[in-house]
């Protein structure tokens, strides 16, 4: 039994950048190993666990997905000692200043983000926040220990370890999306004590953050009939419109609009109620930035569904989640699972006259 | 071995820093660094006391005569913030105490009165940003202090919050929050473990430095010393120019040593300490450096000005991004400054101080 805060903790101390999701895949491969039938890595580095479901002859299959990479940034000169940097991964600027960061260079090497002094920027900018290419990193070696080591390309990631706040909430960073792998890990878990027909293909996806390169190409590989992608939302704080967020800690949102196949909405919003599990309807006009957007148009396209967990401050080294919110979501997938009969969504789902 | 010939820090001064460093001192609550310098110093004085304002003030006497009374200074507060509300649902409003850029402040941890409740700065997330907010910046009053959501939370308003930063050691370089001024303190605290015979040495722990020298002037009444040595963190604006220009605009250089400060905008310092520690730089091979002149100011300008006037020096480790969550410095830096003074200290007497 995986303990889901040590799990989560231990997830968000790797860096795991999109592209550079090694050591992220390393954990989730020990983690599933007792709880999946066979796993493998896919060709651009999703892992791919699977669940045999107990369904006679061909059985049908669901993939769960969730993507393991983070944003970072990405070194693009070496300069008199410091490093110059770029996003990788969308990063409000304004927030690097001070962050702690790891420079994976042969060896992983503590640094700071730091912003120079205003008499040191171009004039024209020195009375607004300063971009990242204005930033720069130390990492507190000499110049030439510095040009031996590092070079453009190197990835930085946040080194912000995870902190326990009050109300089972932990912060750290890339909570976005490693809380998701985490809801599949609870999954797996619930469901290894039910009785399900459909085969589960149990997915951590690469470069989300990118290019939805993992969700694009693993659903090639594995076929499923429908896919759950995992991810998280935005949740309430103040300053934002209560309209765009959920509240944190009141359940998951479960996706609605272009991505999102009406007739899986329906069942799951139908299994919350029926669990008495809380959630919120995240209404997604047009398409969302999600796994769901990638894998919905792979092949001949995929019924496709997301549910979301509401995280604080996204994209920063202190997102915040609810570890209730994870656990329903495990629990809410689990069900599902649970109760997929053979011919669910034959014809696509979609109802004819 | 001749311990006052020791200048090279050993296991104990770094725990001692990293303890130092990790502890909270925001000006006005700096209970918890005291603490610690009272352990650390009580079997090393002959008398030490703490006054109306908290500074602690240490008197370890001369062990040969003639001598003269210095008082040695550092800084015990650092920047921090306090709360100001009683909060929602864990968000708490906050200010800052003592100067802080508002950048510093945004998607950093934090930890939150007496019993370091941690807590995090976060921010509006990127993608609910329009182009136009990002040219902007962020105030303080946009932003909370998160605990999480415990509904009866132990956050009250006044409790004071530090950064939540830990103190690491690198090859060459360490890295940890206030280390403006807690290597200060340290080479204080080692000055007084390793004390110069010819010298009586009046050590003050000074508070409330970052809201104004407040700490430090009282303390020079109380002490009377014929001169005085600020041992503090000054900024290293070492960093390349945007358009790769020389920055010829650093105020301190990492690598330089120590940096003896000739004019800041709270005091000029006293010329003829300003000679006599170069001198005994040069004589004794210390990399050191001249602050560049400019703004600033230290413990030494309020010193200064005490009683008839007290003949006063800052000499400082040149230290990186002051002020943020993290700053920066070079081991050996901090070890050569603390040399130069106890070194200074040795062969400072009377007639350093006689007008020619």
């Known amino acids: 039994m995986i303990e889901l805060k040590k799990h989560i903790k231990e997830l968000t101390s790797l860096p795991g950048l999109s592209g550079y999701e090694g050591s992220v895949r390393t954990t989730i491969e020990s983690a599933w190993k007792p709880l999946v039938d066979e796993m493998h890595t896919s060709r651009l580095g999703s892992l791919h666990g699977l669940v045999r479901g107990s369904g006679i002859g061909t059985r049908k299959r669901v993939l769960l997905a969730a993507h393991m990479d983070a944003i970072g940034l990405m070194v693009t000169q070496v300069e008199d000692g410091f490093l110059r940097v770029n996003d990788f991964g969308s990063i409000d600027y304004r927030i690097l200043p001070g962050q702690l960061v790891t420079v994976h260079a042969g060896r992983d090497l503590p640094g700071i983000v730091v912003q120079p002094p205003a008499h040191l920027l171009p004039p024209s900018i020195r009375k607004k926040p300063v971009k990242t290419r204005n930033l720069m990193v130390d990492v507190g070696l000499s110049k030439e220990e510095v040009e031996s080591q590092i070079f453009p390309g190197t990835t930085i990631s946040f080194s912000q370890n995870p902190i326990e706040l009050s109300g089972d909430v932990l912060a750290g960073h890339s909570m976005d999306n490693r809380v998701s792998v985490a809801a599949i890990t609870f999954c797996l878990q619930e469901i290894k004590k039910m009785v399900h027909l459909w085969d589960v293909w149990a997915v951590a996806t690469v470069q989300e953050e990118e290019t939805y390169g993992g969700a694009i190409t693993s659903p090639f590989e594995i076929k499923p009939h429908v896919a759950i992608a995992i991810d998280v939302t935005h949740a309430g704080i103040p300053g934002v419109p209560e309209h765009l967020t959920a509240p944190m800690g009141k359940g998951p949102t479960l996706g609605f609009g272009g991505n999102i196949h009406p007739e899986i909405y329906k069942s799951f919003k139908e299994l919350a109620e029926d669990l008495e599990i809380p959630f919120q309807t995240e209404v997604m006009p047009g398409v969302g930035g999600t796994d769901a957007h990638g894998i919905q148009t792979v092949a001949e396209g995929i019924p496709t569904f997301l549910i979301s967990i509401p995280v604080r401050y996204m994209h920063t080294p202190v997102e915040t989640v609810n570890l209730s919110d994870v656990k329903r979501v495990g629990r809410l997938l689990a069900a599902f699972i649970n109760r997929l009969e053979p011919d669910y969504l034959n014809n696509q789902g979609w109802i004819t006259k | ?356």
């Open chain 2, 1 to 356: 071995m001749d311990k006052s010939t020791h200048y090279s820090f050993g296991r104990d001064e770094f725990n001692l820093l990293e303890k130092l460093s990790n502890a909270s001192s925001v000006s006005g609550d700096e209970m918890e660094v005291r603490e610690i310098v009272i352990e650390e110093i009580k079997n090393h004085v002959d008398q030490y006391s703490i006054d109306s304002l908290g500074n602690l003030l240490a008197i370890r006497r001369a062990a040969s005569t003639p001598f003269l009374r210095i008082m040695v200074a550092a800084h015990m507060d650092e920047v921090g913030f306090m709360i100001l509300d009683k909060g929602e649902e864990g968000l708490y409003r906050f200010e800052k105490v003592g100067g802080i850029q508002v950048t510093h402040v945004i998607g950093k941890p934090v930890l939150v009165g007496k019993d370091k409740i941690p807590g995090v700065i976060g921010t509006k997330p990127v993608h609910l940003i329009k182009d136009e907010e990002m040219e902007q910046p962020i105030s303080l009053e946009q932003l909370r202090i998160d605990t999480g959501l415990e509904k009866n939370g132990k956050v009250k308003p006044g409790d004071y919050v530090m950064f939540a930063t830990k103190f690491q050691k690198l090859e060459s370089s360490i890295m940890g929050k206030a280390f403006d001024d807690r290597l200060g303190i340290v080479s204080l605290i080692s000055l007084l473990k390793m004390p110069p015979e010819n010298i009586e040495i009046l050590a003050a722990f000074t508070v409330q430095e970052e809201l104004g020298l407040r700490g430090a002037g009282v303390a020079a009444y109380s002490l009377q010393p014929d001169a005085a040595v600020v041992m503090d963190a000054t900024p290293a604006y070492d960093l390349p120019v945007w358009d790769k220009s020389e920055n010829y605009l650093y105020n301190t250089r990492l690598d330089h040593g120590p940096a003896i400060y000739i004019a800041d905008r709270a005091m000029m310092s006293d010329p003829r300490l300003i000679n006599h520690f170069v001198m005994v730089a040069e004589k004794n091979k210390i990399t050191h450096q001249i602050r560049q002149p400019g703004e600033g100011g230290t413990d030494a300008g309020a010193i200064h000005l005490q009683r008839e006037g007290i003949p006063s020096i800052s000499i400082s480790v040149p230290t990186r991004y002051i002020h943020s969550p993290v700053s920066l410095a070079r081991i050996s830096d901090w070890e050569n400054t603390y040399r130069l003074v106890s070194l200074g200290l040795k062969s400072l007497s009377a007639s350093v101080l006689e007008r020619g």
